[in-house]
């Protein structure tokens, strides 16, 4: 049982569209962070959430923390062939905690 | 350019062979970690060293031996590896935490095959 878990696994669309993917778990969680790696590449660090019911913008990605701190969505609009990658969500544990628990990532492919 | 460096970025070998990874960070940070990725599981974390000690040992196998000497360089030294071990290992690091927000930087993996 993973303790978060990212759907869909896979999802292929269209440039221009738009699309959301999501981060749950039935544990409450006092952050959670948003990565994306690209192919050959490390993940990197799109954008951390910490407050219940939070939503951080970047660019055309639209972050939002669950009211309960136990989910979270990431919201593309007019998606780019740019934003093909593997996008992973993660949170500590414990509050202050280094170890951070992984979803098993959502894999976004963006058709030109 | 990630800050984080490591190297070989490629590594094929034998069960038998003893190989190292690399890892060096030129951002300051005090935190260093190793992380397994293995196809369709989430990412594992397998050590974490703060100011050059070991905190962290996520039961990971002795065949699996970190080395850290300094806050910047990071070894894995690999012995008598199983084809299970293949994988994408990551180094990765940071700031000590801060309530948890600290945030990790990726290097680019070493993607290893165990053959």
């Known amino acids: 049982t993973q303790l978060l878990e990212q759907s869909p696994q896979f999802l292929s669309i269209q440039e221009g569209e738009n699309l959301t993917v999501y981060c749950n778990s039935s544990s409450v969680f006092s952050s959670l962070q948003w990565y994306r790696q690209e192919p050959g590449e490390g993940p990197v660090l799109l954008v951390t959430?910490?407050?219940?019911?939070e939503v951080k913008k970047l660019k055309r990605l639209t972050f939002q923390f669950g009211d309960a701190r136990k989910d979270s969505s990431l919201h593309i609009t007019a998606a780019q062939p740019g934003d093909t990658g593997l996008y992973l969500c993660a949170g500590p544990l414990i509050q202050g905690a280094q170890k951070l628990v992984f979803g098993q990532g959502t894999r976004l492919t963006i058709n030109p | 350019e990630t800050g984080v460096t490591q190297t070989p970025r490629h590594l094929v070998m034998g069960m038998t062979n003893k190989k190292s990874l690399k890892c060096e960070q030129h951002?300051?940070?005090?935190?260093m970690y190793w992380y397994k990725q293995s196809a369709k599981k989430p990412l594992e974390l397998m050590f974490v060293?703060?100011?050059?000690?070991?905190?962290e040992n996520n039961s990971v196998p002795s065949r699996f031996s970190p080395e850290c000497p300094n806050s910047s360089h990071l070894f894995l030294h690999l012995h008598t590896l199983q084809p299970e071990d293949s994988a994408l290992y990551l180094c990765?690091?940071?700031?000590?935490?801060?309530?948890?927000?600290?945030?990790?930087?990726f290097g680019n993996g070493t993607r290893l095959t165990v053959t």
């Open positions: 951002l300051g940070h005090n935190a």
């Open positions: 990765a690091s940071s700031l000590p935490p801060s309530g948890g927000n600290s945030p990790l930087h």
């Open positions: 060293y703060n100011f050059k000690e070991q905190t």
């Open positions: 959430v910490v407050t219940g019911g």
